[in-house]
């Protein structure tokens, strides 16, 4: 009998297939077409061929390559109505997809984001330069200069975000998201060290003379999608899938994101999209893989992606039993910075 994706896994851990057995390279209940979409399309070819007659070779490559195209095309529940094509692009090809999705030069709303916070309130305290301390970083005076506002304005976010917010900034790295938004900045080009102090960048300063620092937000989201490595501020193993499906996680929020919802609903549906990302992960003592797998993409993508870049507002859950988890709910910034195009999207089923 076909073992569903999402049933108990019958070896009797209380696990779901595809987060157990199915994982396993010698799967004992594996079936060889279920675990094996390729030899389920080939055996679908292999039918509709046996009904056709061809005059040749050519007739028949064409036929499998029309019916591949199709297939192709077609939607799926797991990608929530993304058909494989388009999951392809959306992984691999993100910005070079106009046709697909639209990423906005200019924002036609006044942007809100802890990130553009962060910098407003750094670019500001920079002014004609600033002298770095010794170890090349940005001076207490500054840095308590910036949490000030930043908690104040966002304290919903720096809440969940920087529980030990309230300890003595004794180096910039101790502010983390400062120090992160600093190398984001430096990465996208707008801020950089010019002899012996930190100084804002032509391209950053003929943006800011157009308008806010909100202005400089398409380069920021580009950038940190991109260029900055999402690993780089905390202790789990590589597992760049989590960054290299951004823009699906972008995607599940534009669809779901018009009420509150779990950081956990996000995490699972991610993970139903894609189950064999949880190869990246490392068992621990202490947890599975898929645990680990999804506490990381909690943490990357969905706090220190989403919730930095002010897709989201970000709230603390009132379930005493989900300690680590928190609330979603997209901001209007979402749909002026990223709009999907394609008309290949059509809902699908949600793993709650």
Request: net charge negative.
């Amino acid at each position: 009998m076909k073992i569903g994706r999402n049933h108990p896994c019958p070896c009797g851990s209380g696990k779901k297939y595809k987060h157990c057995c199915l994982l396993l390279p010698d799967n004992p209940y594996a079936d060889p077409v279920a675990e094996n979409p390729a030899a389920g399309v080939s055996d679908d070819l292999a039918d509709l061929l046996a009904e056709q007659e061809f005059d040749s070779l050519e007739d028949v490559q064409a036929f499998a390559d029309q019916f591949m195209r199709v297939r192709n095309e077609e939607p799926t529940d797991d990608f929530h109505g993304l058909s494989p094509a388009t999951m392809h692009r959306v992984l691999h090809f993100p910005f070079e997809s106009p046709d697909l999705i639209g990423f906005s030069e200019q924002l036609n709303l006044e942007a809100q984001a802890p990130i553009l916070t962060l910098l407003e309130v750094l670019f500001d305290q920079i002014g004609d330069g600033l002298k770095p301390t010794a170890t090349g970083n940005l001076p207490l005076k500054i840095c308590r200069a910036v949490r000030s506002v930043y908690t104040e304005k966002h304290p919903d976010y720096s809440e969940i975000s920087w529980p030990f917010r309230e300890l003595r900034i004794n180096t910039e790295p101790d502010f983390m998201e400062l120090h992160v938004a600093r190398l984001v900045a430096e990465l996208a080009g707008l801020l950089r060290v010019y002899r012996g102090k930190f100084v804002l960048t032509g391209t950053c300063k003929k943006r800011l003379k157009a308008g806010s620092v909100a202005g400089l937000y398409p380069l920021l989201l580009k950038t940190y999608s991109r260029q900055f490595n999402w690993g780089y501020w905390d202790g789990y193993a590589e597992m760049p899938f989590i960054q290299h499906g951004f823009l699906f996680s972008v995607y599940l929020l534009q669809l779901f994101g018009d009420q509150w919802h779990d950081s956990d609903f996000y995490a699972n549906n991610y993970l139903n999209a894609f189950p064999m990302a949880v190869n990246e992960a490392e068992a621990s003592f202490y947890a599975e893989r898929d645990v680990i797998f999804k506490q990381c993409y909690t943490l990357r993508c969905l706090l220190r992606f989403i919730g930095l870049l002010g897709l989201a507002d970000i709230k603390g859950t009132a379930n005493p039993a989900k300690r680590d988890s928190f609330q979603l709910r997209a901001t209007p910034l979402l749909g002026a910075a990223v709009q999907f195009t394609s008309k290949a999207v059509r809902g699908g089923g949600v793993a709650h």
